[in-house]
């Protein structure tokens, strides 16, 4: 006799969700992926879920689907409507997709092209193309149709820790390193990778977003809390806060006409700056890490964070006239 399954849990999905919640992004359509990994105990491993429905989550008997990896998840981003790519703590670039109604995560490839933990991935725009960047201090371009690499670029003397793919060109990208180097790609140049200076006070580039209307426009956070906006096509104009005491460990832009900038930090917080770096919204509810920030296509005031806590947490920011 079959049980009936009283909790709806897709039939591949993972029975319990681990605590560390790394990684969140929204699909177009507002549906929520989540990375999570346990970093204690015997076994290191991770899952991903995707939530039609947000404000479900993390609790596992509301995802329409879920599947368990081998190791822990360091990022995940969509890849077109069913693609799921993940970073990976055994070194691998992993690519899943939906199938069967979106209720069953299958996998397409696992390649193991780096030799430590994968720490973050991008796909390029067109979604052909990814990058990927890990703790072997190399960054890695991908052909997701070929399952292939295309290059690997070694110009990080350490770890990488974040890189960002350019909305609009897919020839362009973002790289930041433990070596203080925060690097601009073309891959169209013979030397595809030139640095750009972040000046003598600044410390260590952790993350990075590009502006979604103005392709030369980018923010970066560093080690020490600073977030700074920078345009590519005016080197001397840079604006910078210090809105964090501690590493930033995530950043995103709204769809708002004049868009905000969210930035996270392992301070625990979670802050919303306007377009000339003015504090709107600032939130402490988390009780750890924030790892994972986004905002939701369908209600352009929420955003949600994720964290080492197990929260995932929709906070409501509005823009001056709302």
């Known amino acids: ?23 969140a992004q929204y699909r177009a359509d507002g549906a929520l992926l989540l990375g999570a990994s346990s970093l204690s105990g015997r076994c290191w491993q991770g899952s991903i879920w995707v939530f039609k429905d947000p404000k479900m989550a993390p609790n596992e008997g509301y995802c329409c689907a879920g599947v368990q990896t081998e ?6 981003k969509w890849v077109s409507e069913r693609g799921i790519l993940v970073a990976s703590d055994s070194g691998a670039v992993e690519l899943w997709e939906l199938a069967e109604d979106e209720t069953l995560i299958v996998s397409r490839f696992c390649k193991y092209e780096h030799d430590d933990i994968v720490t973050t991935v991008s796909p390029q ?7 990927s960047g890990s703790l072997d201090c190399r960054v890695k371009v991908w052909d997701l149709t070929q399952e292939t690499v295309l290059n690997t670029y070694n110009a990080h003397s350490s770890p990488v820790m974040c890189v960002a793919s350019n ?61 700074s906006l920078r345009d590519l096509q005016k080197p001397d104009s840079v604006q910078t806060l210090q809105p964090h005491t501690r590493s930033v460990t995530g950043l995103a832009f709204s769809a708002h006409s004049t868009p905000l900038l969210a930035s996270i930090s392992n301070d625990c917080s979670a802050v919303v700056l306007d377009p000339q770096l003015s504090e709107v919204f600032r939130d402490g509810t988390h009780q750890d890490f924030v790892r994972g920030v986004c905002w939701s296509p369908v209600a352009s005031s929420t955003l949600t964070t994720v964290s080492w806590d197990h929260q995932v947490i929709h906070h409501t920011v509005c823009q001056a006239g709302e």
């Open 71 to 76: 190791a822990g998840v360091s990022d995940v």
């Open 167 to 227: 909305p609009s060109d897919e020839s362009l990208f973002l790289s930041s390193g433990q070596d203080g180097r925060l690097l601009l790609w073309d891959k169209r140049n013979p030397k595809p990778a030139s640095r750009i200076d972040t000046g003598p006070s600044q410390g260590t580039p952790t993350s990075i977003a590009w502006h979604p209307q103005q392709s030369s426009l980018f923010a970066y956070g560093d080690e020490t809390g600073r977030v």
């Open 1 to 23: 006799m079959i049980k009936e399954n009283r909790w709806s849990i897709p039939p591949n999905a993972p029975a319990c969700m681990e605590k560390h919640l790394d990684s």
């Open 125 to 131: 725009a067109g979604g052909g193309h990814a990058v």
